[in-house]
């Protein structure tokens, strides 16, 4: 049977259209595979800035905190006086008080690590604590570091935290801004 010139054309036309959508869905698909790669890039780079790695525990506030008290480049928690530590992000009394309601907490004490970690609703963690070397507690299940403080004093607030029952109870004190405290960071 021989095809006149219009049926030949519709069969042309019909093999092109399937390969165009072909090709188009194929592009589509590899344009969202490398714009979801870059946004997982820009995260990971957001996460870890002037070299301190921020955490989303899944806060409602959507507060980040640092994974940890920013430490030295050596890895030994880097105390400072109010007055230095004022000039970083530090957190609110509020943001404190939003982590331990929100967050689980549990008192740790292994080879390496005295301290409490906070795990997030979205399975994200942070550690406030201290390395074996490292250690100033107020007592076994606390430790200290500076708030956000606008009060025109010489004592400043600082945090710290009980754990009874895996549940944080936030505490607060005046310290003399003078005494270096550890920090912990929050944007």
């Known amino acids: 049977m021989i095809m006149n010139i219009t049926e030949k054309a519709k069969q042309y036309a019909k093999g092109k259209a399937m390969e165009a959508i072909t090709t188009a869905i194929e592009q589509a698909y590899a344009d969202g595979y490398n714009d979801g790669l870059k946004h997982l890039e820009n995260e990971q780079l957001e996460a870890v800035k002037d070299g301190v790695e921020y955490v989303d525990l899944g806060l409602k506030k959507g507060t980040l905190w640092s994974s940890g008290y920013i430490k030295y480049d050596a890895g030994r928690t880097n105390r400072m006086p109010y007055m230095e530590a004022s000039k970083l ?28 970690i906070f795990t997030g ?13 490292d250690i100033i507690a107020l007592d076994c299940n606390s430790f200290i570091f500076w708030l956000k403080d606008d009060e025109d004093s010489v004592e400043k607030l600082a945090a710290y935290v009980k754990i009874e029952n895996n549940k944080a109870t936030p505490l607060f004190t005046k310290v003399f801004m003078g005494l270096q405290l550890p920090v912990m960071l929050v944007k």
């Open 89 to 116: 992000n530090l957190p609110t009394k509020e943001q404190f008080e939003e982590l331990c309601r929100e967050c689980f907490a549990e008192h740790r004490e292994v080879y390496k690590f005295s301290g409490i």
């Open 121 to 133: 609703i979205n399975g994200g963690s942070i550690r406030i604590g201290y390395s074996r070397h």
